[in-house]
Every structure is written in structure tokens, then in C-alpha cells.
Nanobody
Framework: HVQLVESGGGSVQAGGSLRLSCAASGYLGTMYYMAWFRQAPEKEREGVAGIDTVDGRTFYADSVKGRFTISRDKAENTMYLQMNSLKPEDTAMYYC??????????????????WGQGTQVTVS
């Protein structure tokens, strides 16, 4: 049973920073990809950033490139999302997710089987 628990959300002014964490526990096996998604009110969930745990490649949505950085501490089974230069349009519930197999679409919602409960980020 895999558990993903996000933390680090909160309220911040535009231009500020937040660091989200995703702690993984349970039978992890090999998570091929780990990723962050977000969902704003009345909008579809979208991929923000992902990391290939095998070769370390990272993937970002165009809207966050240059501002967000995804990283992973393998020993601690924890994934992070450093968010800088935050904008009001970054306001959303942020979720971490995991996938065991390779995919052509590492930021596609439908590709992920394991999800956390989310942490709210509000930028004003």
C-alpha cells in the first residue's frame, strides 16, 4: 500500500516562494516517475513538473519553466517542488503522484496511479 503525503503549501504574496514536499511510504518498489500536478477551482488537473527516477531527467509545464524546480531525495523517499516567483495564477491544490512504468507522457494525469491528498497553494 503506497502512501503519498504532501506538505508545505500555504499563502504567499506574488513574487514569493514556497517549497512543497511529498513523503512516500509503504511498498514503493520502483516508481519510474514522480510528478507534481495542480488543480485550480473549476479547472482540470494539470501536470506541473515530473522526474524520471531512473535517469534523473526532469519535465516541466511551460507555465512554470524557470520558476519551479523538482527534486528528489531517494534516501528519504521524499520529492520536492521549489516554487519561486509565484504568480496568482499558480494558486491551486497541488498533488504529488507516482507511476511505476515508463511513459511517453510523464506529465499526463491519466498516466499516474498513485496520488496524495493535496496541499493548497494560494498566491495573492
Amino acid at each position: 500500500h503506497v502512501q503519498l503525503v504532501e506538505s508545505g503549501g500555504g499563502s504567499v504574496q506574488a513574487g514569493g516562494s514556497l517549497r512543497l514536499s511529498c513523503a512516500a511510504s509503504g511498498y514503493l518498489g520502483t516508481m519510474y516517475y514522480m510528478a507534481w500536478f495542480r488543480q485550480a477551482p473549476e479547472k482540470e488537473r494539470e501536470g506541473v513538473a515530473g522526474i524520471d527516477t531512473v535517469d534523473g531527467r526532469t519535465f516541466y509545464a511551460d507555465s512554470v519553466k524557470g520558476r519551479f524546480t523538482i527534486s528528489r531525495d531517494k534516501a528519504e523517499n521524499t520529492m520536492y517542488l521549489q516554487m519561486n516567483s509565484l504568480k496568482p495564477e499558480d494558486t491551486a491544490m497541488y498533488y504529488c503522484a507516482g507511476r511505476r512504468l515508463w511513459t511517453w507522457s510523464p506529465l499526463a494525469v491519466k498516466e499516474y496511479s498513485y496520488w496524495g491528498q493535496g496541499t493548497q497553494v494560494t498566491v495573492s
